[in-house]
């Protein structure tokens, strides 16, 4: 017999299931990565990663010119933004070759909060952005390769998608 609950622990919302022999407690923004096809792989954020902050200041900054804009008027903004995605992670060998790389997004419901570098594996592979934006809520995220030396973000500007691409030192 199997069954689940919501609870909310620390301002959190958690998720947990029990069935005879376990019970498992899995946080709402894990739940929403892997509904956007991303499989959790830990918590763990090595040295080497930008801090979260210098990273969203590389993405957002009054200074920061995208390397790609898409007009969020266009028929198919949706298609240009994944395919231009692909493009500059591929060009910048953003992800491992299991598809591997760290994630920052903000979750929405029951208030948006910022989290921390989550290391992920993407077992779909293609329209991430899309699929970030139907799993989370939230059209906004930032990627760091697993060595931490290149970010690829999406921002939303007034009537604009951006993608930017930084290269950390």
């Known amino acids: 017999m199997e069954r689940c609950a919501q609870i909310d622990k620390e301002g959190g919302d958690y998720f947990f299931s029990t069935s005879e022999n376990e019970e498992t407690i899995i946080p709402e923004w894990q739940q929403k990565l892997e509904a956007s096809g991303l499989t959790v792989l830990d918590r763990e954020v090595p040295a080497s990663l930008p801090e979260a902050m210098s990273a969203i200041y590389a993405a957002t900054g009054i200074d920061v010119k995208p390397t790609v804009s898409v007009r969020n008027s266009l028929p198919d903004a949706d298609v240009q933004l994944n395919q231009h995605w ?22 929405t419901g029951g208030g948006e909060r910022a989290i921390d570098w989550i290391h992920v594996r993407d077992t779909i592979g293609s329209d991430l952005p899309y699929r970030i934006r139907a799993g989370t809520g939230n059209a906004e ?6 060595d931490g030396r290149v970010m690829c973000a999406v921002t939303t500007e007034e009537s604009e998608s951006w993608i930017v691409v930084h290269r950390f030192s």
């Open 141 to 146: 995220f930032l990627v760091v390769s697993e």
């Open 86 to 107: 692909a493009a500059q992670t591929a060009a910048h060998n953003l992800t491992s070759e299991n598809g591997a790389f760290y994630i920052l997004t903000r979750m």
